[in-house]
């Protein structure tokens, strides 16, 4: 059982918005703004979306956003497209003992 | 660029070590600014945190696993390792090796994972 609490599936259209949420505690991701969100595609290496709750890396479209409310972090994908069908993480800092937890991972089908 | 490659056995007998090397080019392992983790995913699952080690050796592990875990580090090679003893079926996976970002303060921790290596294949079998 993963730390961190995410939906099995989402799923959108294309040009729609879709929003993953990422469930945790007051010890993780309510308690830090280091929750990080990874995407990724069958066979590959997972890539880093979003940082710091909602920091973009140099070449993420800023489609991709992220968010925190209390101990609930979301990913929120605007203007779908076919390539954002992916496996979504989410990771969390959660202090000295255990730095870092993942969510269970949640799969974006793109209709 | 920052580019890390992992490498090792892909296959392991039962209740042996697993051993793992992540090789990072592009880049000083001995940067101050960074940690540098394992991490895996076993077949159809989700990933799993395995440990992550600072340039001075500093190191901080998963307690599911942190009895069997140990991660070192090798800066005049640039190189970071994994060894996981006694495993089992269980720990086939899919074992990636990524550098981290870190807490701010005095006193870091690792944060988020900024680079991923491409991942290797571990079966466990005898």
């Known amino acids: 059982q993963s730390a961190l609490t995410q939906p099995r599936s989402v799923s959108g259209s294309p040009g729609q918005s879709v929003t993953i949420s990422c469930t945790g505690t007051?010890?993780?991701?309510?308690?830090?703004?280091?929750v990080s969100w990874y995407q990724q595609h069958p066979g590959k290496a997972p890539k880093l979306m979003i940082y710091d709750v909602s920091k973009r890396p140099s070449g993420v479209p800023d489609r991709f956003s992220g968010s925190k409310s209390g101990n609930t972090a979301s990913l929120t994908i605007s203007g779908l497209q076919a390539e954002d069908e992916a496996d979504y993480y989410c990771?969390?800092?959660?202090?000295?003992?255990?730095?870092?937890?993942f969510g269970g991972g949640t799969k974006l089908t793109v209709l | 660029q920052l580019q890390l490659q992992e490498s090792g056995p892909g296959l392991v007998k039962p209740s042996e070590t697993l051993s793992l090397t992540c090789t990072v080019s592009?880049?000083?392992?001995?940067?101050?600014?960074?940690?540098w983790g394992w991490i895996r995913q076993p077949p159809g699952k989700g990933l799993e945190w395995i440990g992550s080690i600072y340039y001075s050796g500093s190191t901080y592990y998963n307690p599911s696993l942190k009895s069997r875990v140990t991660i070192s580090v090798d800066t005049s090679k640039n190189q970071f390792s994994l060894k996981l003893s006694s495993v089992t079926a269980a720990d086939t996976a899919v074992y990636y090796c990524a550098r981290q970002l870190k807490t701010v303060g005095t006193k870091t921790r690792p944060t988020n994972f900024d680079y991923w290596g491409q991942g290797t294949l571990v079966t466990v079998s005898s």
């Open positions: 990771c969390s800092y959660a202090g000295s003992y255990t730095p870092v937890v």
């Open positions: 592009g880049g000083s392992i001995s940067s101050s600014s960074y940690y």
């Open positions: 007051s010890s993780d991701v309510g308690g830090y703004n280091y």
